[in-house]
């Protein structure tokens, strides 16, 4: 009897430390065990960080991963999961990762790291949807928490290169000029890291500032890389204000004669020119507006289409630009004026036909030749920051302001 009472007892124990055992084992799962010296979190986020450098942002993704597998409480590893997914447009998730990255930092340096991930992805957010050129449902106060975050990163880090390098892209895509120069210009001081970028950054903010753009929509085409048909038209419109400067310079002609009011506001009507591609373009204003003021090179094409986004190179930048010079000056014999001359670059034939408007512009100091390379390159595509320097010389050609 007693045997079989202590039988029972050891079978129970057995069964209590097998309950126990399981109930451990499904607490979560178990890391995984490096399979190399380098197969470590930190590595994984360094080369992480690297690949988003390189827009390979999923790649980044994947190897932030690999350092939670092996640490799922790295602080750094989910802030980089976060600036990966913030690239990939995922702001969401993006910021829930930084919310959990902050729970784990303890180290003064992941503390600053999230700071700075708390600045880039917002920064992302808002600069995505400038570049499309919508009001995003993002939250307005998105500098402000930049600024937050930016002083939060100082305080733990008076020489971080990082704060100072993405606070300054904030001020830049909230077009704020003067104050990012300002944060480019710490870094290039601090001499520590991102001081070519901020270089390159800084530079680029001199020009928008000489440019003196006088509108949003100017800031923002500042921005681009290449300047569009629409943008071209947009900067015409807002920045030359080439109506204004059209009737200014324009000889009044008025006609006294009898005109029915119905059949006078049909023919109004008729002789407003659009295009069937731009109905739901966020500058669709500023090309009818160039379409009804007749600029040559943005015009309708024969399929009906004014092809907004197709990207403007040099040469017909200058053919616009001689365009409008002829029609306020007057002066009539510009479209010929270079014809069997001389061309002044090396890239530039005589026989082309945007040699003459090259010439016009070039002549006028209005757009002029590569310093190093002295050719004027004529298919390449013009820079926002560029175009508005541009605009801002044909102003002070036509002394208008």
């Not at 704060?163 to 704020?176: D, E, H, P, S, V």
């Not at 390379?373 to 302001?401: H, M, Y």
Request: glycine fraction near 6%; aromatic fraction near 8%; charged fraction near 25%.
């Amino acid at each position: 009897m007693f045997q079989k009472k202590g039988r029972i007892q050891w079978f129970s124990f057995i069964l209590l430390m097998s309950a126990l055992l399981v109930i451990i084992g499904c607490g979560g799962p178990k890391a995984r065990v490096a399979s190399s010296e380098l197969d470590t979190p930190e590595h994984h986020v360094f080369t992480g960080m690297r690949l988003i450098d390189q827009e390979k942002y999923a790649d980044a993704q994947r190897e932030f991963e690999l350092a939670l597998q092996l640490n799922d409480k790295y602080s750094k590893a989910y802030m980089g999961m976060g600036l990966a997914r913030a690239y990939l447009r995922n702001y969401t998730e993006a910021l829930q990762n930084l919310d959990t990255a902050w729970k784990y930092a303890k180290k003064n340096d992941e503390k600053e790291a999230v700071h700075i991930g708390y600045i880039r992805v917002n920064t992302l957010s808002k600069a995505a949807c400038v570049k499309i050129g919508v009001d995003c449902e993002q939250d307005q106060s998105w500098l402000e928490k930049c600024v937050d975050s930016y002083s939060a990163a100082v305080e733990l880090n008076p020489s971080s290169s990082a704060a100072n390098y993405y606070m300054g892209l904030a001020y830049k895509t909230a077009l704020q000029f003067g104050n990012a120069g300002t944060m480019f210009s710490k870094v290039l001081k601090i001499k520590g890291d991102y001081v070519r970028q901020a270089d390159e950054q800084w530079e680029l903010i001199q020009k928008i500032q000489r440019a003196v753009p006088g509108t949003t929509t100017g800031k923002k085409i500042a921005l681009v890389e290449t300047i569009s048909r629409a943008d071209a038209a947009a900067l015409f419109m807002e920045e030359l204000k080439i109506d204004v400067l059209y009737k200014k310079r324009t000889p009044k002609t008025f006609d006294t004669s009898f005109k029915d009011p119905e059949k006078a506001a049909q023919t109004a009507m008729k002789s407003q020119v659009s295009a069937r591609d731009i109905a739901d373009h966020p500058l669709r204003a500023d090309v009818e507006g160039i379409l009804n003021i007749g600029v040559r090179g943005l015009e309708v094409g024969p399929n009906g289409n004014f092809d907004p986004d197709a990207v403007l190179n040099r040469a017909e930048y200058a053919m616009m630009l001689e365009d409008i010079l002829i029609k306020v000056t007057g002066d009539n014999a510009l479209a010929t004026k270079f014809i069997g001359s001389k061309s002044l670059f090396p890239d530039l034939r005589e026989d082309l036909p945007y040699f003459n408007a090259v010439m016009v512009v070039a002549s006028r100091g209005i757009m002029g030749a590569d310093m190093t390379s002295g050719e004027f390159a004529p298919l390449k595509s013009v820079a926002g920051v560029d175009a508005l320097l541009i605009i801002r010389k044909v102003k002070e050609e036509l002394k208008f302001n």
